[in-house]
């Protein structure tokens, strides 16, 4: 799957992410420096009930969120809040030994959802189950999504 899309269209896109991706823990968003993977992530998680997703201190490597009641905007069915959602910020990182000391892997194997921003920083700790995402800039206004589903 590949897509074009603007600001206006993250959270759609992201919809269509999670609809495509229904199967997936863990998801690796690959892109340079700016490239937007902060903003959709921020959207998927959104999307899945989180409500303090912008509140959340972007500086940290680990942040956790919990889902809350949700209404499905594709079926209108209630979603039961109170899962627990990881998302990762590996630029600080240098190497797999220290992503295993931050808690990273604990966090990728736990059956949780993850989101994992510079997973080139430690790729040998990633599952094999792992979705990789590549977003690029197409122009100031347009950012592409690329993914193998
Ligand atoms: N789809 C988009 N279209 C246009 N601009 C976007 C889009 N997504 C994000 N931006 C803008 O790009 C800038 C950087 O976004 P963001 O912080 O999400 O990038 P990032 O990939 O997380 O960067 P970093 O690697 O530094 O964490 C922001 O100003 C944001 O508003
Ligand atoms: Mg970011």
């Given at each position: 799957?590949?897509?074009?899309?603007?600001?206006?269209?993250?959270?759609?896109?992201?919809?269509?992410?999670?609809?495509?991706?229904?199967?997936?823990?863990?998801?690796?968003?690959?892109?340079?420096?700016?490239?937007?993977?902060?903003?959709?992530?921020?959207?998927?998680?959104?999307?899945?009930?989180?409500?303090d997703?912008?509140?959340?201190?972007?500086?940290?490597?680990?942040?956790?969120?919990?889902?809350?009641?949700?209404?499905?905007?594709?079926?209108?069915a209630?979603?039961?809040?109170?899962?627990?959602?990881?998302h990762?910020?590996?630029?600080?990182?240098?190497?797999?030994?220290e992503?295993l000391?931050?808690?990273?892997?604990?966090?990728?194997?736990?059956?949780?959802?993850?989101?994992?921003?510079?997973?080139?920083?430690?790729?040998?700790?990633?599952?094999?189950?792992?979705?990789?995402?590549?977003?690029?800039?197409?122009?100031?206004?347009?950012?592409?999504?690329?993914?193998n589903?």
């Amino acid at each position: 799957m590949e897509v074009n899309f603007t600001l206006e269209r993250v959270k759609e896109t992201a919809a269509m992410l999670l609809d495509k991706a229904a199967n997936y823990k863990v998801f690796a968003f690959h892109g340079e420096m700016g490239a937007g993977k902060t903003t959709f992530i921020h959207a998927l998680c959104e999307l899945m009930g989180v409500q303090d997703v912008v509140t959340s201190p972007t500086f940290s490597i680990i942040n956790q969120y919990k889902t809350n009641d949700t209404i499905d905007p594709a079926t209108g069915a209630q979603v039961t809040g109170g899962q627990t959602i990881y998302h990762m910020d590996l630029y600080r990182i240098r190497d797999e030994n220290e992503a295993l000391n931050a808690g990273i892997e604990d966090c990728l194997y736990s059956g949780n959802i993850c989101f994992v921003e510079w997973p080139g920083k430690a790729p040998g700790i990633f599952p094999d189950e792992t979705l990789h995402i590549e977003i690029t800039s197409v122009n100031d206004n347009t950012r592409k999504l690329k993914i193998n589903l």
